[in-house]
């Protein structure tokens, strides 16, 4: 088990993230011990050897860090394979540009670590996969979350606003539209039935057989439709009245119903 003054020396270098993984695991592992030696039950003992397991995975991790970190390339041709092979849109010509730019330059021992060419290929090269470099790439799914999280917001938005509005009874249930848009039909065929029959006596004598007053007739009759299409599609409540005494035809025989005052004459006749 891993000291903690070896432990300090080994994230001496290391970035703080790493560092702070590092402590929270060496803590983890002190408790684990030391809950082990205060109760010898078997639970604490697999949490102590957990806790250990996990220390060691990431000590071993460390040292195939510094290792690869150790790597090196000795000239620019080496450093432009790995490259390549590590999926890097990189060529000859641009390559040396950068080298003379000092975008990429050797350490004191002439050599190129591969840390500093990794370095190097995130800031200014291009990925083969992509076509774009590691920052473009991020900025295009941070781009592309921000336009998520915009749609969200716009949906939520709609939401809502639908939801205030049908509290401000601005919408009804569908069943209940369908049966109000039933109940209208049957109200204005009651009431065009209702009209027809009241004032078909009236064209009778208005057109007086003559075919030639069809037009006169036609514009009658339009302007009666046009009343009640109107007052179907501006009032919610309708009320049919019907006047008995109104002229119009019998619903039984077809014939002509006369009016009061006419019924009056006959009879005095």
């Known amino acids: 088990m891993i000291n903690k003054e070896a432990l300090e020396k080994l994230l001496a270098n290391q970035p703080p993230e790493i560092r702070g993984k590092g402590i929270l695991l060496f803590n983890g592992m002190s408790a684990g011990a030391r809950a082990y030696q205060t109760e010898s039950s078997a639970t604490n003992l697999r949490n102590w050897q ?43 010509a641009t390559l040396y540009r950068h080298h003379a730019e000092g975008k990429i330059l050797p350490r004191r021992d002439g050599s190129y670590y591969i840390r500093d060419v990794e370095k190097y290929a995130r800031t200014f090269l291009k990925q ?40 401000q009874e601005k919408y009804i249930p569908k069943e209940l539209m369908d049966i109000e848009l039933a109940g209208r039909a049957g109200i204005l065929e009651a009431g065009l039935k209702h009209w027809i029959q009241s004032h078909a006596a009236d064209w009778i004598r208005m057109s007086e057989g003559n075919t030639k007053k069809a037009g006169e007739l036609i514009q009658f009759m339009n302007h009666g439709i046009d009343e009640h299409i109107n007052e179907y599609a501006s009032v919610r409540e309708y009320r049919v009245i019907i006047d008995d005494d109104e002229p119009g035809l019998d619903t039984e025989t077809g014939e002509e119903t006369e009016t009061g005052d006419e019924n009056e004459q006959n009879e005095n006749r």
């Open 50 to 92: 957990a806790a250990e397991a996990a220390m060691t995975a990431f000590i071993e991790g460390l040292d195939r860090r510094a290792a690869a970190d150790a790597e090196q390339f000795s000239t620019l041709a080496d450093v432009l394979d790995y490259l390549k092979d590590a999926g890097w849109k990189a060529t000859k």
């Open 128 to 167: 083969q996969a992509t076509g774009k470099r590691i920052q473009e790439r991020v900025d295009e799914l941070q781009r592309k979350k921000l336009e998520k999280e915009l749609q969200n917001l716009e949906l939520e938005i709609s939401r809502k606003t639908f939801a205030l509005e049908r509290d």
